[in-house]
Every structure is written in structure tokens, then in C-alpha cells.
């Protein structure tokens, strides 16, 4: 049950810092920063941004996966408004209605400023259309949405918002401009973010001489800061296992390797796996590209032995997305395994895990009515197959429909697979990450075929 709203348990969530987190105090997240400090600017200046003309932001959300920083710079935001300027800090598991309505109505009520910031508020704020909200949460939505139109942001409450979901996935009337509008994106750190990051965790603590910080974040590829904080404090329990007074270098790679032994060559990057997980990655991208173009793709990211390719509104409950969808899912379920064969002559494990979700989906199409030669109705066990069980329809329907959209996919790998070398060269060049701009810069010159091109062969 969610708690009522009192003043003692606001002054439970009151944040209590010894001063205003400082900038320099925060590494590996520079341009998250830039942006912070350009909606300070304005928020410590009020009667300077009534004169231009313009209104002060009521809401503000950081965004991006786990272990980026979201808190740390929720509270240096919070904690750098002013002295006076008290900070709140509460998850949005604890909200109800009319903690909301409370919560809000007794902060517009003191006249003075204060940071509301609410974690995790994907929790209550999903688009209402594509996630099933169960009553309560929708009420939740709606006293969020009328507690934020009800705000004086120079005489009450500066909402900042984290989430692991991007923005588009949340509910857009709460999304909006005037209400949550200000949107910073997290991304992963590059290499000299993650050195800086490592410096900062090794600081005041014994360590060898022989430690190479570029070495580390070279090996670290798609290291969080919080997994590297867990590297190094990984390190240090392993040096002290040992009896070392100092953590070295092979502590450190153990730590990064998480696997408790350095062999021979373990103190480098692996780069033959991540150019494999980047070919992998490039073979979803350009099945993605052909079908759909490239607004599909919003997110690559490779490291050794993984990645990560993101597309449409990524985290849709399935019953939201068209079958046409869904059936191009399932061709671009098979573009890694394929690319990877294309290129080497053979499929890594690692595409195991594409092939047991693309089952099932798969799956998941059938019992829908969603395969042409299964309908949903049969499915219920009421169809034209007296005595066929579901198992039996879904064994008969789904192989087929597995290998016709892996058929699909190997013929669009290879009609692309030179630009699937340079998208994948692209994205080791990059690190193993493309956003954004990069993607969309990245896409163009490998060259990989939109559905318009596909359409003419």
C-alpha cells in the first residue's frame, strides 16, 4: 500500500547533503552535463528568463539505461538550485493519487522553491496505449498530469524525473512541453570517460605502479559507471585475497574480466570478438534498414561476445505492434546469425540467443492468428482440427514460418553484405556504440539499402 502524505514523511525523503555536489566531482558523463548546466542557467535565474520572455521548465527527466548516473546527476541538479532550495528524493512505486494531489498541492502552498526528483517513473508512466495500466496507475498518470499543470516552477516544486525507458515509450500528454519537457539523454562512456572513471574509483586507494588506466577502458568496452566502480571494488577484494597490499594490474583486468584468473593475453581487448559482435549487430541493422528504413534502428551497441541492436519504440507489450511488424522482427531476429555466416563461414553461440527469441515470437504469432495457416480460433481448440492439440498446430505452423523469414534474411544480407563490413567497421571505430546522429551518419556511408532500393531488385 503506498504511504499517505505527511510533513514527517516528506522530511524522510529530504535529501541531505553537505553542499552543492560540484561539477568536477562528476567524470565520464561531459555532455549530460553541458546540458544539466543549460537548464540550471536557467533555473537559478528566474527573473532573467521573465524578462526574455520565456517560461521556466516545470520538469525535467534524465534518461538512459542502468548504472549511467541518473541519480548522481539528479542530485547535482537538485542540490546546485540555490542553498535555500530544499531537495526531495522518493521512487515512483511509492506514488498513489493522492500522495500526488498532497505531495504536490502542500510544496505550491510554501511559496518557496524546492526539487521534487522521482526515480524510476517509467513504473507509473507508460504510454497508455501500448502498456496494459491497471486502474491505479492510470489514476496515478492523471494526478501526475493535473499536479504539473497546477505548478509555479519559481514558487514550488522542479519535478526532475528519471527513467531506464526512453521518452517515447512514456505517456507523451505527460511527455509534453509546459509539463515533463526537457529530455537529457545518458549514453555509455568512451574510452577516456571510462579512464577518467577509473581514476576517479582508484583515487586514495594502494595501487601498483604498473597500472594502465588507457589499457583498462580500452578492455572495459560497454562498461557502465557503476560496473566499473564494481570492478574496482572487485579488484580490491581480490588483491586483498591474495595478501597484495596493492592493486594491480591483473586484479583490475580479473575485476573487468569478472572471471577471477588472468590468462596469458587476457590484459588486452579482445578486438577479433567485438569485430564478430559489430558483424553480428551490422546483419540485424541492414535486415532493419531494407525493410523499414533507417528510423527503425534507434540503437547498436557491441562489445566482446554481445550486443545490442534497438528498434521502433523499443519495450511495446506485443499485442501493440502490427503483424506486418512483427513479421519484419522476425526476418531481422535472423540478420546477426546470417551476417556472421556470410562473413566467417559459421554462427557464433552467441546467436543462440536470437533464435530462441525468434521462436517465440514466433510463437507468440501463432497462438495469435497471426501465422496465415493457423487462426486463432483453431488455436483455441475449437477450429477445423478435432483431436490436434495447440502443441501440435504450433508444431506444424511455426518451423515453416521460422525458416521462410531466415530465407528472407539471408537473401537481404547478401545483397549488403560490403556495406554490413563497413556499418560493422563503423561501430568498432565507434567503440562498439551508434546513436543518434552517428547511426544516422553511419547507416549513409556503409550504404546500406533502404526498402526503396530493396523494392527495385
Known amino acids: 500500500m503506498a504511504p499517505r502524505f505527511s510533513t514527517a514523511w516528506l522530511e524522510q525523503h529530504r535529501v541531505r547533503l553537505e553542499g552543492p555536489i560540484e561539477r568536477h566531482s562528476i567524470v565520464g558523463i561531459g555532455e549530460v552535463l553541458t546540458e544539466v548546466d543549460s537548464v540550471l542557467g536557467r533555473l537559478r535565474n528566474p527573473d532573467a528568463v521573465r524578462r526574455m ?3 521556466l521548465p516545470r520538469g525535467i527527466l534524465l534518461h538512459g539505461e542502468p548504472g549511467l548516473g541518473k541519480t548522481l546527476v539528479a542530485r547535482y541538479l537538485g542540490s546546485n538550485l540555490g542553498p535555500d532550495v530544499p531537495l526531495y528524493e522518493l521512487s515512483a512505486d511509492e506514488l498513489s493519487p493522492s500522495l500526488v494531489r498532497d505531495l504536490f498541492g502542500h510544496l505550491g502552498s510554501l511559496g518557496a522553491r524546492s526539487a521534487l526528483y522521482v526515480d524510476e517513473l517509467d513504473l507509473v508512466a507508460m504510454h497508455r496505449d501500448w502498456s496494459r495500466h491497471g486502474s491505479a496507475s492510470r489514476a496515478i498518470l492523471v494526478a501526475l498530469l493535473a499536479a504539473l499543470d497546477g505548478l509555479r516552477p519559481a514558487a514550488g516544486p522542479i519535478v526532475i524525473a528519471s527513467s531506464n525507458r526512453d521518452p517515447g515509450l512514456l505517456d507523451p500528454a505527460l511527455m509534453r512541453p509546459g509539463r515533463i519537457g526537457f529530455h537529457i539523454a545518458f549514453r555509455w562512456p568512451d574510452p577516456a570517460e571510462r579512464a577518467a572513471l577509473l581514476r576517479l574509483f582508484l583515487a586514495g586507494r ?3 605502479p604498473e597500472v594502465e588506466l588507457a589499457t583498462l577502458a580500452a578492455l572495459a568496452r560497454g562498461a557502465s559507471p557503476a560496473s566499473l566502480r564494481q570492478a574496482v571494488d572487485d579488484a580490491s577484494g581480490l ?7 596493492r592493486i594491480s594490474q591483473a586484479d583490475l583486468v580479473a575485476a573487468i574480466r ?14 577479433a570478438a567485438l569485430e564478430r559482435a559489430a558483424v553480428h549487430e551490422a546483419g540485424h541493422v541492414a535486415v532493419a534498414v531494407a525493410l523499414r528504413g533507417p528510423g527503425w534502428v534507434h540503437r547498436v551497441r557491441a562489445s566482446a561476445g554481445e550486443g545490442d541492436t534497438a528498434l521502433g519504440e523499443e519495450g511495446r507489450p506485443i499485442g501493440s505492434i502490427p503483424a506486418d511488424e512483427l513479421a519484419d522482427q522476425l526476418v531481422v531476429a535472423f540478420g546477426g546469425l546470417e551476417a556472421e555466416t556470410a562473413v566467417y563461414g559459421h554462427a557464433s553461440l552467441g546467436a543462440a540467443g536470437d533464435l530462441n527469441r525468434a521462436t ?5 504469432m501463432a497462438q495469435g492468428g497471426l501465422v496465415p495457416t493457423v487462426s486463432a480460433v483453431d488455436l483455441d481448440g475449437f477450429g477445423a482440427y478435432p483431436g490436434t492439440t495447440v502443441p501440435d498446430l504450433l508444431a506444424s505452423a511455426v518451423p515453416p514460418l521460422l525458416a521462410e523469414r531466415r530465407e528472407r534474411a539471408a537473401a537481404l544480407v547478401r545483397a549488403n553484405l560490403e556495406p554490413i563490413r563497413a556499418f560493422a567497421a563503423a561501430l568498432v571505430a565507434a567503440d562498439g556504440q551508434l546513436v543518434e546522429e552517428a547511426l544516422e ?3 549513409a556511408a556503409a550504404g546500406l539499402a533502404g526498402p526503396e532500393a530493396e523494392s527495385r531488385r
Open 53 to 55: 520572455g520565456a517560461d
Open 206 to 208: 594502494p595501487v601498483a
Open 239 to 245: 588483491a586483498l585475497a591474495a595478501g597484495r597490499e
Open 258 to 271: 569478472r572471471n577471477g584468473a588472468v590468462r596469458p593475453g587476457d590484459g588486452q581487448p579482445d578486438d
Open 360 to 364: 517465440a515470437l514466433a510463437h507468440r
Open 441 to 443: 551518419a553511419a547507416i
